[in-house]
């Protein structure tokens, strides 16, 4: 598995990491979930990213994961969801890191994100130093942004985030000119989400939920040839291996899908003109086109 550096952060990633949302759901028994979490480690993944707001993903990775936390980097949220406290305050921020400390049973969060904290509430008094005084506590080692567009935009003016997580996939390319090439440029290490665009190639008509339904659509206007590669293969290779990206969290519950992945990324990079391929038909198509949050 290709390990990479994560910006100037201090911290090492696989080029594959895992987004730990589906861990969360209650439809994943426990003893699947326990079996998931230990086949990442044992395929070479060191990164896996998790949220308060992903059920009992949390709670899994701290029961399930406890013993080999030295052997990944684990990425998690905050800014909402702690009792009693408003969310976006910095009290709230505070305090998250210690209820996510606990659930996580750690001594330290890797990286922890504003979790798609909008533009103007990124700038409440207090906000950025109560993550900032985690970090000089030793209870955080990155701090991190996750979000999209103008939020994206206005996390990296502050200087203040080692790490950003943002969408870049086929179908949402936006980030690629903007927020990931300015964060390469200043040395913030970039996590890129729903690398696979959800896998809307699955779905015969529109799906409903909004995130893929948009993908779907876009996929319909983009027409790509796939050169003879699956989709998941042009996908991930694609985002894997974009400039400025240093890892891409697939969100699985099926082991072989994620085995089939890390041995995806064992391909390389896409040759450079189907890349060019795929950049030219999204700026041909791009209506608006914005990240999807
Ligand atoms: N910060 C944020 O606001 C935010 C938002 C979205 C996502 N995220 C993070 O990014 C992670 C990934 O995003 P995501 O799960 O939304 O999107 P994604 O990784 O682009 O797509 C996930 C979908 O792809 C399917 N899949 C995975 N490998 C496959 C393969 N080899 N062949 C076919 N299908 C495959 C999965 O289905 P199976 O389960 O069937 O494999 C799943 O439905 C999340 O888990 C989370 O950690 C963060």
């Known amino acids: 598995m290709i390990q990479r550096p994560l910006g100037k952060s201090g911290l090492t990633v696989s080029a594959l990491g895992f987004g730990a949302g589906p861990v969360g759901s209650e439809a994943l028994s426990d003893a699947d979930a326990e079996a998931l979490l230990h086949g990442v480690l044992d395929a070479g993944i060191t990164l896996i990213d998790t949220a308060p707001s992903y059920g009992v993903s949390e709670e899994r990775i701290g029961r ?173 290779r694609f985002t894997a291996f974009a400039p400025g990206v240093a890892t891409c969290i697939v969100g699985t519950t099926r082991l072989d899908n994620l085995r089939a992945n890390a041995r995806t990324l064992e391909q390389g990079p896409l040759p450079e003109p189907t890349v060019q391929a795929i950049r030219d038909a999204f700026r041909r198509h791009d209506t608006g086109w914005d990240g999807v949050i």
Not at 141 to 166: C, I
């Open 64 to 236: 399930f994961l406890g013993s080999r936390r030295r052997e990944f980097v684990l990425s998690t949220k905050c800014g909402y969801g702690v009792p009693g406290v408003e969310d976006w305050t910095p009290e709230c921020i505070t305090r998250g890191v210690d209820l996510a400390l606990q659930r996580l049973r750690t001594d330290v969060l890797d990286v922890l994100h504003f979790h798609s904290c909008p533009p103007d509430v990124l700038h409440r008094p207090g906000l950025i130093e109560a993550l900032t005084r985690a970090v000089e506590a030793g209870k955080v080692r990155a701090a991190a942004y996750s979000g999209d567009n103008a939020g994206l935009d206005a996390a990296l003016e502050t200087g203040a985030f080692a790490v950003v997580q943002t969408s870049v996939n086929l179908f949402d390319q936006r980030s690629l000119d903007h927020g990931v090439a300015k964060a390469q440029e200043r040395g913030v290490g970039v996590i890129a989400k729903r690398p696979l665009a959800n896998a809307p190639w699955r779905f015969p008509g529109r799906p409903y939920a909004h995130d893929v339904g948009e993908y779907w659509e876009r996929m319909q206007r983009m027409a790509l040839q796939t050169d003879g590669l699956d989709w998941p293969e042009l996908a991930l």
